[in-house]
C-alpha cells in the first residue's frame, strides 16, 4: 500500500513540474526593443484578452472583427476571456503574493479604481505606450488621467465615452431634466425606474451622478466626508423603484433587459451611442431617446492595459497596437458591433479617416454634440468607488 | 487487497480540505473574527442564507420521502422521470429558472422572499432525495408494521418501529447533504438572487474578489467560521445520531 | 394519490421545462468549440480519476471494519458537508506555488472535492448491495483482478458505474466560481462560458451556451451506454457456450447471479 501511495505522490509532483510554463522575455527587453522587433517577436504566438464579457456587441467586436484580423495580419491567435475587471486584479494580487513570475494573462481592459488598484500594488507591465506607434493618434487629454490616477504610460486609452441616460419616448412624454425633476417623475410613476447596484460599474457611477448633484464641491474632494445627501436623495426613490427597491439589477445588463421589455422606462451608461445597436437590432423600444441631465455626465476613458506577468508581452502589444488604428477604432465607433466612442484625436488622422468618422450616421438615440455643452464632467476619485461599494449596502440597499 | 483501498481518496481529499481550511486560518487575525460577529451586513447574509437552505432542504426531503414511499410500493416507468433533473446541472437549473419565472410576480428571480432559488433547489434536490431514498424504503420490512398492528400499537409508534427507525439516518443523511448545498452554494443564488442580504457563499465570493485587499481576511475569517460550525455539527451528528440508530436497528442487518 | 395525477403531475413539473431548451436555430460558434472541447477533456479526467479513486475506496468502506476506515470515511465526505467554494480560496494561493494555478491538473484536482465524496458514497452502496459472499465467491471463480472486473464485477456494478459518470458531470459542469477562481481564465469549460451571459444582454447566447450545459450530460451517458451494453455483448460471447441465450438477459442483473 505504501508504494501505491508513493506513486501517486511522485506522479502528482512529475505532473506539477510540467505545469510550469517557459518564462517570459524581460520587461526591459521587450520595453526597450523597438515594434518592428515586438512585431516578429508577436507572429505565431497566443494572446490573451481579458475582460468583461457580458455585452454581446462588444464580444462580437472582438470575436467577429478584431480575432480574424490579428491572425491575418500579425498571426496572433487572440483568445478572449470573460471575466470581471476586478476578479482579475484579485488573481493578478494573488499571483504577485506567491511570487508567478509568468502568468497567463496579456491584455486586460480596465479603468478607474480597478487601475488605481493595480497602479497601487505594481499589478503592471511597465510603460507600454512608449513602443507603441499608434498612440501618436491618441487623444492626449483622455490619455493623461484615468479618473484622477496619472495613467503614467502604464496603460493606453481604447475608447472614451459619456453617461448618458436612454428613456423610451413613448412612455415618457416629458422627460425630466435634472435629479429633482426625475426625482418627482419616479413618484409619479412608481416601478418605472431603477439603477444597477453599485458592484456594478454603471450602477456604481449613477450614485457619482447624484453626488454630483446633490453634495457642495468641498464634499465631492474629500472621500472621507459622509455623503448623507446622496444617501437621501436614493432612499427617497427607493419605495418607488422598480420592486419598490427591494431589490436592484445586478447588472447593466439586467436593466438593460428590463428596458428592453417594457418594466422600466429608463435605462443608462457610459457610452452616448450604446442604444443604436439596441435599437437597430429590435431589442430596445423604437422610441429611445437620450438624456443628458443638467447637473451633467461624466466622461470616462476606459483603458487597455498589460500585467507585470504578462506570458506574451510582445503579442500584447501588438494588439493594444492593432486597437488603437484608425480602422479598428472606426470599427469600434459604428453602430455593427459597439458604437463605442473612440479615443483618437480626429485631427490626427488623414483626412479619409477623418472623413469616415464624420460619415457614421447618428441615430435619433444617440446624444447630438451640443447637449454636451457645458455638462461634462470629470470623473470623481476612486476612493469614492468603494466608498459607495461600502457604504450604499448599509445606507440604502438595506 | 480485494478488500479495496481508501488510502488515495483520503489523502487526496483529506489533504485538500485540511490545508484550505489551514491557509485561510493563517490568513486571518482574531480581530478578524471578532468584527464578523458584528458585522450586521455578515449576520443578515447568514440569516437569508438559512432561510433558504432550510426551507429548500425540509421540502425537498418531505416532497422527495413522500415519492420515494409512492414509488416504493410499485413499479413502472414514471419513477424514471424523476431521473431528469439528475441530467441537469444547477446552472442549467438556474438558467431555466431566468427563462420560465423572470416575468412572474411573487416567484420570479430577485424577489426578497427568494421563491425562485428555493425553487430551483427543489427542481434539483427533490429527485435527489428520491433517489437516495427510494432503496431504502425499498428494503423496508413490512413484517415489522404488521406485527405492530397485532400487537395494538398507536399509529404513530407502528410507524416509528416499522418504518421510522430505519429511516432516520438516511433521511437526516440527505438532509444534511442538501442543507450543506443549499447553503453555501454560489452559482444559483448568484444569478437569481437580490441585491441585499446576499448568500453567504456570494457575499464570501465577492469579499474575496471585489475592491481592496483590505476586505479578504474577511472572507478568509468567514470561510473558517462556517467550515468549524458544520464541522462541529457533523462530528455531533455522526458522534451521537449513528450509534443510535445502529443500536435500534440491529438483528435487521444481514 | 392516483397514478395519472402522479404521472402527469411529474411530466409537467419535471419535462415540460425542458421544452424552453431546445434549440430552434442552429449556429456554430467557434468559440463553443474550443470550450467543448476543453469541458469534454476535463469531464473524462474527472470521471475516470473518480472511478479509479472511488471505486478502490468505496470497496474499502463497504468491506472493512475498524476504526481506522470509519474515520477514512468521515474525512472523505467532508467536503459534502463543508463550504469547498471558500476553502478554495485558500487552495489557490498553494495552488500557484506548486505551479497548478491555471492548469487543467490543478482544476481536475479541485473538481475531485465536489465529486468524489457522492462517488464513494455511491461505490460504497453499490459494493454493500453486492455482498461479502458474492465478492468472495467471485474471487475464488476468477483469481485475477483484472479478469475479474472486466468479466464479474464490473457489469454487475455496471449501475453504480454508470451513475457515478452521470453525478461527476452534471457537477463538474456547474461549478462557475471553482473553475474560474482555479483555472483562472485558461482552463474554458463551459460555465465559464456560460455564467457571464446569464448576467449579460443577449438571451440567444446565453440559450446557445444552455443548450450544451444540458445537453453532455445525455450525450455522456448515451455514450456510456452504449460502451456498457458493447462491454456485456463482447463478454457474454467470450464466455459463449457455457451460459445459453435465454438466461442472458437475466444474468447480468444482481439477482440472476447466484445461478451457482
Known sequence: MRKQIIGIAAAGLVLAGCGNTPAAPTQDKVLGSSY????????????????????????????????????????????????????????????KKAGKETGVIDVIWINGDNFRNAKKDGLLYGEITKVLPNMKYVDPQAQGSDSGTPTDELEAAWGKVQYTFHYDQASVANPPKDLKTLKSWVKQNPGKFTYPEVTDFTGNAFVRHVMYGVESKETLQDPKADFKKTWAYLNELKPYLWKEGKTYPKTLAQLD?????????????????????????????????????????????????????????????????????????????????????????????????????????????????????????????????DLIRKDWPERVAR | MWRGNAWPATLLIAGMVVYGLFVSLSMTTWNDYSRLASDAVFLESIGISLYVALSSTVLSVLVGAILAD??????????????????????????????????????????????????????????????????????????YEELGLMLGLSRMRRFWHGKGVFLLFPVLEAAFIVFAFTLFAYEVPALLGVTYPKMIGVYAFDLYTQGDLSSQPAAFAISVVLTVSLLVVLLTFTRFVRPLTERISKGRAE | MRPTLVKSLLIGLIVLPLIGVIPTTWTWNPRLLDTVTTTVLMIAAVTLLNHLVGYAAGKAIAF????????????????????????????????????????????????????????????????????????????????????????????????????????????????????????????RMIALEAFPLYTGNSLVAAKEATIWLIALPFLIYFVQLMVFSSWVRLVRRLLDGRNDPARNEDIWKEKGVTRD
Open chain 3, 64 to 187: 472493512r471494519t475498524g476504526r481506522l476506515i470509519r474515520l477514512m470515511e468521515l474525512l472523505i465526505s467532508l467536503p459534502l458537508f463543508l463550504p469547498v467554494l471558500l476553502l478554495s480560496f485558500g487552495l489557490y494561493l498553494t495552488w500557484i506555488r506548486l505551479g497548478l494555478a491555471d492548469q487543467f491538473l490543478g482544476v481536475l484536482l479541485v473538481l475531485l472535492l465536489p465529486t468524489l465524496p457522492y462517488t464513494i458514497r455511491i461505490y460504497t452502496n453499490g459494493f454493500q448491495a453486492l455482498g461479502e459472499q458474492m465478492m468472495e465467491q467471485m474471487i475464488l471463480i476468477q483469481p485475477n483482478r483484472f479478469k475479474r472486473f472486466f468479466f464479474l464485477t464490473g457489469p454487475m456494478m455496471r449501475s453504480s458505474l454508470q451513475s457515478v459518470t452521470l453525478l461527476v458531470t452534471v457537477i463538474a459542469l456547474s461549478q462557475y466560481a471553482l473553475v474560474a477562481l482555479i483555472g483562472g481564465g485558461v482552463v
Open chain 2, 70 to 143: 409512492y414509488f416504493a410500493r410499485r413499479t413502472g416507468f414514471t419513477e424514471q422521470l424523476l431521473a431528469l433533473p439528475l441530467f441537469i446541472p444547477h446552472l442549467g437549473a438556474a438558467y431555466l429558472s431566468i427563462l420560465y419565472l423572470s416575468d412572474l410576480p411573487v416567484i420570479g428571480p430577485h424577489e426578497a422572499n427568494h421563491l425562485s432559488i428555493i425553487l430551483t433547489y427543489l427542481y434539483k434536490e427533490v429527485p435527489f432525495v428520491f433517489f437516495y431514498l427510494l432503496p431504502v424504503y425499498r428494503r423496508l420490512d413490512h413484517r
Open chain 1, 36 to 95: 518592428t522587433t515586438i512585431e516578429k517577436e508577436a507572429a505565431d504566438t497566443t494572446v490573451r484578452m481579458y475582460m468583461w464579457g457580458g455585452d454581446d456587441g462588444i464580444n462580437a467586436y472582438i470575436d467577429e472583427y478584431l480575432t480574424p484580423r490579428l491572425k491575418k495580419e500579425h498571426q496572433i491567435t487572440l483568445e478572449r476571456v470573460p471575466i470581471e475587471t476586478a476578479d482579475i486584479i484579485q488573481k493578478l494580487r494573488a499571483e
Open chain 1, 257 to 385: 433587459q428590463l428596458y428592453a421589455k417594457g418594466d422600466v422606462s429608463f435605462t443608462m451608461g457610459f457610452n452616448e451611442r450604446r442604444a443604436e445597436q439596441e435599437v437597430k437590432s429590435g431589442t430596445f423600444p423604437k422610441q429611445t431617446r437620450p438624456l443628458i441631465l443638467e447637473e451633467g455626465s461624466i466622461a470616462s476613458t476606459h483603458f487597455l492595459t498589460i500585467p507585470f506577468n504578462a506570458p506574451n508581452p510582445n503579442g500584447a502589444l501588438v494588439t493594444i497596437n492593432q486597437l488603437l488604428s484608425a480602422e479598428a477604432q472606426l470599427k469600434k465607433f459604428d453602430a455593427t458591433y459597439w458604437g463605442d466612442g473612440t479615443s483618437l484625436d480626429l485631427s490626427k488622422l488623414n483626412q479619409q479617416e477623418q472623413a469616415a468618422f464624420a460619415d457614421v450616421p447618428a441615430a435619433a438615440s444617440t446624444p447630438k454634440p451640443a447637449d454636451f455643452n457645458g455638462k461634462v464632467r470629470a470623473e470623481l476619485d476612486p476612493e469614492l468607488f
